[in-house]
Structure formats: C-alpha cells, structure tokens
C-alpha cells in the first residue's frame, strides 16, 4: 500500500501504519508517524468507531481530542468480529511497515492478530503493542485510563498541593506511552535498514509513568523519603514558586546562587539579602523556605507582571507568566513564529499548531482529521475489493 502523492523530503515517505487505536497513546503515537509522513490507515469499529469521537463537541461539534490525536490518517471501517472484516484487516497489515494497537488485553490474541503470529507472515513487520500494565505481572489483564495510571506510578502522589493531591491536567500517562512508542517505531525501522528483521515492542503506560518518575523514585530509594507535594513550589529548589505581583502572578525559578545573587542585587536592589547567612545557597534558602519566600514576595508585590517578566528577562532570572489557556491561544510567540496551521476536518476548516519537531528543509504536514470510515472504499478498491460487499 503506497499513497497516490508522497513527497519524498519527508522523513517516514514510504512507510504504512496500520493501527487498531483508540483514546489517546494509540493515536497520538500514530499521529506523530503520519506527521512524519508515514501513511497511517486507523481501523475503526462500525457505529462508535474510536470512543474519542464522543467524549466531547467542542470542536465545531467534533471531540477535541479527536481532532488533536488524528489528523493525518485514513478511516476505514471494518467489523473485526466478521471473517470478512478479520480478512481484510490481515490484507492491510500484510502490505505494512508497521501494525499498532492499543487494545484491551488479549484482543488482538483473539483476532490472531498479536506479534508472533504477524511476524511469523512477515518477519520485517514492526509491531507494537501498548497495554496499560505490559505483558507480565498481577496487573497484565486489568484495564488502565489515565488517571488509573498516574494513580499507580505515583504520579499523582507528588503532584498536587500539600493538602490536595491531583492528576496532571494533561494525560501524562497517556502521552508518555504514545512518545516511548513513536520513538520505538522510529528505532525500529532504523534497526530493520541494517538487518531486514523487523520487531516486536511492548509499551505500557505503567512503565512510562515510572520513567517520567525518575527523580521522585530516586529520592525514594536512596533519600528514603516521598518528596511532598509542592503545588508550584520545588522541593529541592528556593525561590521556586508563583510570587504575587501589583496585578497577578510571575512564577520564578533561581536555579543557583548566582541567581539568587542577581535576583536581589540587580531586580529587587536589595545587595543586602545577598549574602545573608539564611539565603546565600540553596541549601540555605530551601531551609528557611518560608522567610526567602515572604522576602521574594515583598519585592514581588511591588512590581506589575508585565513590568517584572521585563526585568527577570533583561537580567537571565528564569521566570515565566501564568497562562490561561485563553491567554495560550494568544501568545505571541505561538504568533511570531507562525506555528498555526490550517486542518480539514468534516465539520469545516480548524487551526492547529505545527508539530514539536521542525526540519528546517521541509514543513511536516498537517493533514485532515478523517471523517468515520470515510476512506473504507478507496482502502478496499486499493485491495481489489468491491465495498459493497463490507457495508455495515
């Protein structure tokens, strides 16, 4: 299977994906493989098709993160539970690259359609396979969200305030899994260039959360402590917080002492608490966290928030504004780097922002977010099938 157009100056040109996808690592996985250029074709189930369609109408009365996760891709429509549905499936990963899925456990053991089996029809096959807890252990065939995730890698553990422990608000756990599995695909086809074979690659959500909990579990295993909660505080690091201003908030982060140093001397003019014996380390300052804190917000309070972002800047004290998503939609560096994009979608044209990763000799694209099944007959056509003999 090849597209009618690929432009060759893409990184994935030539390659195809099939994905048995749904939610958020599945397709977000997947959605970075087509921005790379790769073709990536989305089997959805008939009616529902991936259940993200339908957790929201915010977008033109689409669900956003559908038209985040998916643009890029083509639908088609088959009902696995048929030998013909399961037929055609087979067809279309047979002339694949890459076949992944994030399915509930033992699914595609069922269809027939797990890694040894494919492998063993096409030895150059990639195949990746994302579960919520892996292949292994007393957690293996119970079902994992999000939150369930965050929840067991500890994750929510250290995030949050002392009082309130919460979730990102952002699926981290999700988003995780769907990176270590882009990069996976990515290694992959790099190994097969050398040695013709393809692989098989295990993902799971739990194991990326514990990655992304390198720090936090280090502390335990050799500080013998959790770190607690810190809200926007570090609990390694002082100053490290959202101060108040005339008009808001600017969060600030002395990384060392020089910073401390600069801070006072050059932003606050106060040479004085420089060299302090309670301030002038780190170690200090962490360990009369409450008087460095109301110090910083005594000067903090003074200043408006556009006027102190200024000034932090000018000296090379790391600070940053506090955004709303509103005021996101509007930054200006979003603007003056012009990193929004037009996206097709069924309901009408959307914007969208250009992926993290930019080549500076070609532009990845941003292709249209399929409608359900909206490429089930060309997809079949492609196979020498008549699509009228697959209709729901």
């Not at 033109?60 to 083509?74: C, D, I, M, P, Q």
């Not at 500890?154 to 995030?159: C, D, K, P, S």
């Not at 969060?251 to 140093?261: E, F, S, T």
């Not at 930019?358 to 008549?386: K, N, Q, S």
Request: proline letters at 6%.
């Amino acid at each position: 299977m090849s597209p009618t157009h690929v432009d060759a100056a893409l990184p994935l040109a030539g390659i195809t994906v099939v994905a048995l996808e749904q939610a958020v690592a599945g397709p977000l996985a997947t959605r970075h493989l087509a921005d790379l250029g790769a073709r990536v074709v989305k089997i959805e189930r008939p009616g529902e098709g991936d259940f993200a369609r339908h957790y929201d109408h915010a977008v033109h009365g689409l669900a956003s993160h559908f038209v985040w996760l998916n643009r890029g891709k083509e639908s088609i429509v088959l009902d696995l539970k048929t030998d013909r549905g399961l037929l055609v499936a087979r067809e279309l990963i047979a002339r694949a690259d890459v076949f992944l899925h994030n399915t509930a456990p033992g699914v595609v053991e069922r269809l027939g359609l797990d890694g040894p089996t494919l492998r063993d029809a096409d030895p150059r096959l990639v195949v990746v396979n994302i579960s919520g807890y892996g292949t292994s252990g007393p957690r293996k065939d119970r079902k994992a969200y999000d939150m369930l995730i965050q929840a067991e890698s500890g994750m929510v553990a250290v995030t949050g305030t002392p009082d309130t422990p919460t979730k990102t608000g952002v699926p981290s756990a999700d988003i995780a899994a769907g990176l270590y599995s882009t990069t996976s695909v990515l290694a992959a086809l790099f190994r097969r260039e050398r040695t013709g074979e393809g692989a098989i690659v295990d993902v799971s959500m739990f194991d990326s959360a514990v990655e992304w909990m390198g720090h936090p579990l280090y502390m335990q295993l050799y500080g013998g402590r959790q770190i607690p909660r810190m809200g926007l505080s570090h609990a390694a690091i002082a100053p490290y917080d959202a101060y108040p201003t005339k008009d808001g908030q600017v969060l600030i982060g002395v990384q060392n002492d020089r910073g401390w140093r600069a801070l006072v001397t050059e932003v606050f003019g106060a040479p004085e608490h420089a060299d302090d014996s309670r301030f002038a380390t780190n170690v200090e300052r962490v360990q009369h966290r409450a008087e460095c804190d109301a110090l910083v917000a005594s000067f903090t309070s003074t200043w408006t928030t556009e006027d102190l972002d200024d000034r932090l800047a000018q000296v090379g004290i790391p600070a940053a504004q506090i955004n709303s998503t509103a005021a996101l939609v509007e930054h200006p560096q979003l603007a003056e780097r012009d990193r929004w994009r037009p996206v097709a979608t069924e309901a009408g044209e959307i914007r969208g922002v250009l992926p993290p990763m930019t080549f500076r000799d070609v532009e990845l694209p941003m292709g249209a977010v399929p409608a359900l099944g909206e490429h089930t007959a060309a997809i079949l056509g492609e196979l020498g099938l008549d699509s009228s003999d697959y209709q729901s």
